[in-house]
Each structure stands twice: as C-alpha cells, then as structure tokens.
C-alpha cells in the first residue's frame, strides 16, 4: 500500500493495535482514541503512563498501527483488558509478529493493514502522541475487510455497507487516493 | 443524555457536523478528523485557518459537535465541500438549527445527537482543538441510528451490525455507562 493511502485506514475511525518493542520484547495494546491530524499522514492517539505500552513508545519514539477485523474482535477485547507488564500478549492470543521495514515494533501478521510509525511529539498536556506513519501494508489476500468501532460501552460496531460519493466530493479528495 | 456518555458518540469514529456562531452568523463544517481524550468528556479535532469555521471556533471558544445518521449523507457531503464564506449552510442543505443550553452554537435539530462543547486548549503546532463537553442531546425517537465513517477516499461506510462484549470489558468501562 502507498504511505499515502495510509490515512484513509484511520479517517474511518476503527479500533486498533498499536505494537511496540522496547529492546527486549514485543507488545501491543487496544486502542480506539485515534485520529487523523494530515494526510502526510500524521496520526494522533490518545495514551499515557496509565497502558504498559506508553513506556516503550516513549522510549523507542516508534510504534506499528495495525488494523484488525471482525473476526479478530475477542483478541482485540482480550488485548485490551490485560497488561503487558505480565502478560506476553503475542503468545497469550496467537498474535504474529512481522518484521516491519522501517521500525523494531512488530506488524501484526492476523490484522487487514499494518502502519509503520515514528514519534514525532507527545502533548503531554492532554496525553496526546503525534506520530508519522513511514511504511504502509496492506494485507489485500485477506477475505474478510471489515473493521469494528469500539463503542465504549463494551459494543462494538462492525462496517456495513460502503456508499461512493467520490464526484461530489472530487475537490476535497488528495491526489491519486 | 447524561454527559458522562457523550463519549460513546465519538469513540466508534463518525463523521460528525460541527456548529460555530461568530455572534452574527451560523455556520456548520464536516469533520471526520476527531477523538476522544477523556472520558469527562474531552474531545480533540484537527482544523486550522484553512476550515472558515475555525475563526469563530478561535473567537467563541464554542462549538456543538452533531452526530448525522446515513439518511443525512448528502447533506454531511455537501457541507463539506462549500465554505461559510459564501454560503448560508443551514438554509441551503435545510438544516434546523436549535438553541442549546451552555453556548450559542446551535444544535442541529435533524442529527442524531448534538453535543455542546467549549474549547479548553488549541495546539496551533498541530492543529488539534480540544474540546470540553458540557451538554449532550440525544434524539431517542428518531428511528434512523446508523452512522457514517469516511473512508477519505469518497466513501463512507455505514455501521453494520453491533456485537456485544460487555462482561469481557467490565474492567474497562467507567462506571454508569
């Protein structure tokens, strides 16, 4: 997948892992704080001191964006209501991990896409982690695309059907997506 | 609505219609560029001088964030490819707007739920508004519900079916919700 499509993987607003690994192992938390902040792409998530994960992160300024689908949902649930501070959480939920091209934190093998990410600035003030995408995968032998959104009251939603509105929205669409 | 659950509006990742009134006018933007920060709730969104609205929302320091339902989608798409410059957006897409309780942005009475927020910080090196919920409405008699997530390729899906994880996730969701 081109970096520059990367965006329209996060602009619809699923839940994701986010993978990290900090010199000695690999792990992965759920989240469903995520926003697009430029079609660069540039990416901002919500994360603190309070997810094992935010250690390495800071650290390493590097983290892998996967995107999982329906079929992946009680790994994601699983992922998310455990730590990693003793937990193995690849192992514990038959996660894959895969060498990116551009940074240590895994891909995910199991997930639709995977992107590759950089820190480029934590707002501490509100706990909010810039980061710039640099590799994109997409993963487009896979069968099953549809994504979920996390709710917040333990549902989840999963993608229904897609509408096009590409004529009328051609002017606002970036180059080549 | 309780404002302790404005969050689950913007948590599943909507495309979302934003208010501002700049004390003469009424104007309305679409934004699918959104999280949420905090369960209080916080909300962030990326805009900047090059969205007309983000003068009144820097002026007002107040916006409702309206969530539109799949009926809405021509509407959603026409907003966001005209400019308040030129452009009444309430009287030409026929959209209500009603007063709210806490600032003088309106409500937008055909959307599913209205959520009326006050500025509490903008990070100008990043574009990210945040935002602080102050009321919510939700239009509990409207039988449309689903919602719509940009792609930002000129596609939207629609949400699909709900799945339940309530009793794997008890850790995890704040209390009362």
Chains 1, 2 share one sequence.
């Not at 937990?87 to 093998?109: E, M, N, W, Y």
């Amino acid at each position: 997948m081109r970096l520059s499509q990367a965006f329209t993987l996060i602009e619809p607003g699923p839940v994701v892992l986010v993978t990290t690994n900090d010199g000695r192992k690999n792990n992965v938390m759920t989240i469903s704080w995520t926003m697009v902040v430029d079609f660069t792409p540039l990416f901002a998530l919500t994360t603190g001191p309070w997810n094992y994960s935010f250690a390495a992160l800071r650290k390493t300024k590097e983290c892998v964006i996967a995107i999982p689908t329906v079929d992946l949902l009680d790994k994601v649930v699983g992922v998310g209501t455990c730590s990693g501070a003793d937990t193995d959480k690849f192992a514990r939920f038959k996660l894959t991990p895969v060498k990116g091209r551009q940074v240590k934190a895994p891909l995910i093998r199991e997930c639709l896409a995977n992107i590759e990410c950089k820190v480029v600035d934590i707002v501490r003030k509100h706990s909010i982690v810039v980061l710039e995408g640099v590799a994109a995968h997409f993963d487009a032998s896979r069968r099953e695309k549809r994504t979920l959104h996390a709710v917040g009251d333990g549902s989840f939603i999963v993608d229904g059907r897609k509408l096009n509105r590409r004529r009328m929205m051609a002017a606002k669409i970036p180059p080549g997506i």
